[in-house]
């Protein structure tokens, strides 16, 4: 039998027993890219999870530093931005054990993060390649059904969305979406003017990544 993650533990003793919100982040890293865009996006995203899969999420994300004891704090993780990625070997060690404690990260490739961002991955993991998610893992059916795997939300270059993974002992501890931006999808209508149908895909999907963050 599986036995829960701590943070699974957290969240039911949290939302069960305290009635105490369960809270998220932003992850605020350095190298110069922009980890702060697409500011309404987890708020958004929020709200449509209280509303829709019965969570009880802070409606503020907070930020947090891939080098902090604090991450460790939160179930869930965000991770965006355009361009570059630098993580110290400090915060290489305390991201690892955040994720191998239970932590889930999920990067969002907003165009132009990815060649920098998979190096750093590859600094967390040395000994594990990023793996195609495939359709048939729970991620793309636990709320919201995903028969053909992520979305494309936004077109950038004409190829097709791409949910990467890192598993360890077959939990996904590490999922970067690509080729999708599903952020964008998350902001609010007059930002992207996307049509609402797109928005809903987008926000179905995050609230599956979710669930699935605080259920694993």
């Not at 060690?93 to 955040?98: C, D, G, P, Q, S």
């Not at 097709?160 to 598993?167: E, N, R, V, Y």
């Not at 931006?181 to 902001?187: C, F, I, P, T």
Request: with cysteine; net charge negative; hydrophobic share 40%.
């Amino acid at each position: 039998m599986r036995i829960p993650s701590l943070f699974t533990l957290l969240t039911i003793f949290c939302l069960f027993f305290t009635g105490t919100a369960q809270e998220i982040a932003v992850l605020k890293y350095s190298g110069g890219g922009d980890w702060y865009s697409n500011p309404t996006a987890l708020p958004n995203l929020i709200k449509f999870c209280n509303s829709n899969i019965n969570t009880q999420i802070d409606l503020k994300p907070a930020t947090v530093e891939p080098g902090s004891t604090d991450i460790f704090q939160f179930p869930f993780v965000h991770m965006t931005g355009h361009g570059n990625v630098i993580f110290s070997d400090v915060e290489i060690e305390n991201l690892r054990n955040y994720l191998l404690s239970g932590g889930f990260l999920h990067i969002d490739d907003n165009y132009g993060m990815s060649k920098y961002v998979r190096k750093e991955i590859k600094r967390l993991f040395p000994d594990k390649e990023l793996k195609e998610v495939p359709v048939t893992h729970p991620i793309f059916a636990n709320a919201f059904s995903f028969p053909n795997g992520l979305p494309k939300i936004h077109e950038h270059d004409a190829l097709p969305p791409q949910a990467l993974g890192i598993f360890e002992n077959d939990r996904l501890v590490l999922l970067f979406t690509f080729e999708s931006d599903l952020g964008d999808g998350w902001e609010s209508p007059e930002v992207h003017n996307d049509p609402e149908e797109v928005r809903l895909k987008a926000l179905k999907m995050g609230a599956n990544i979710i669930k699935y963050a605080f259920e694993n």
